[in-house]
């Protein structure tokens, strides 16, 4: 696990819509896992400045979104689905065809759950998988307690989720009290994973699931034992970590190495 503290929110975005870039640069037809909230809206927005300005093509990018809440339509303007047009499908030559978000509408939730699960193996796994992390310390929907080998499922939200979320609806009991998410395991089959957290309110959370126990109570904390996790950090988030000054000379060291390591994917 790589962490990676930035003095901005506008510089922790603008770092992971390069590691993006350099993914899809890398590899053209990748399977992006994306996320929603306002944590990956400065990603999404330095995207589309890369492709419209330098660019970044999507043409062959196939994207799995993380969940959605459960019975709202795709054009409700709290769905998950209409997050992702306004901010990122609607401005980029993605082909809609490969673009997958839970249908929060399903009549079968479990057979679509599967299903989801079959499409995210025949489009050959996720390459690049972009989390953000709740308050109580959730990736997904995975509330505390989530078994660490979940699967996509439907899932009932904590009360805290309900009340971190309620920003976003005119009343809290507008509030969707069920989602449809990929598991704790699902997600640990991405090859690579990007943590994005930003403000003073993650920084406990974030120092717990980065530095404490691996615990399904925390199920950012299982992100410990994946091979390829970059956290991605503004300087309020990563406040609380005790090894805060060590993970900072750590990435001002490997600068140097960048060259190289570009030179190898070229």
Not at 170 to 199: C, Q, S, W, Y
């Amino acid at each position: 696990m790589e962490i990676i503290i930035t003095k901005s929110y506008e510089e922790m975005s603008q770092l992971a819509a390069q590691m993006i870039s350099r993914q899809l640069l890398k590899k053209p037809s990748s399977v992006l896992g994306l996320a929603t909230g306002s944590t990956p809206v400065g990603t999404y927005k330095q995207l589309v400045r890369l492709h419209k300005e330098e660019g970044l093509d999507f043409s062959k990018v196939t994207t799995f979104n993380l969940d959605e809440y459960l019975d709202l339509a795709p054009s409700h303007d709290q769905s998950y689905r209409y997050f992702m047009d306004q901010n990122l499908f609607n401005h980029i030559n993605v082909d809609a065809r490969r673009v997958h978000v839970p249908y929060g509408h399903a009549e079968n939730v479990e057979q679509f759950c599967e299903w989801y699960e079959a499409e995210m193996r025949r489009a050959g796994g996720i390459d690049l998988q972009i989390l953000g992390i709740g308050g109580d310390g959730h990736i997904a929907f995975n509330e505390p307690g989530s078994s660490l080998g979940s699967r996509t499922r439907l899932k009932t939200l904590t009360k805290q989720t309900i009340e971190d979320n309620a920003r976003f609806f005119k009343h809290e009991d507008e509030v969707p009290r069920f989602a449809i998410t990929m598991g704790v395991g699902t997600i640990m089959e991405a090859k690579e994973i990007i943590l994005l957290a930003n403000g003073a309110k993650k920084a406990d959370i974030i120092a717990e699931a980065i530095e404490g126990p691996i615990t399904a109570q925390v199920s950012a904390s299982v992100l410990q034992m994946h091979p390829h996790v970059t956290v991605l950090l503004d300087a309020e988030a990563g406040s609380k970590l005790k090894r805060a000054d060590y993970y900072r000379w750590v990435f001002e060291e490997k600068k140097r190495l960048i060259p190289r390591m570009i030179g190898k994917m070229t």
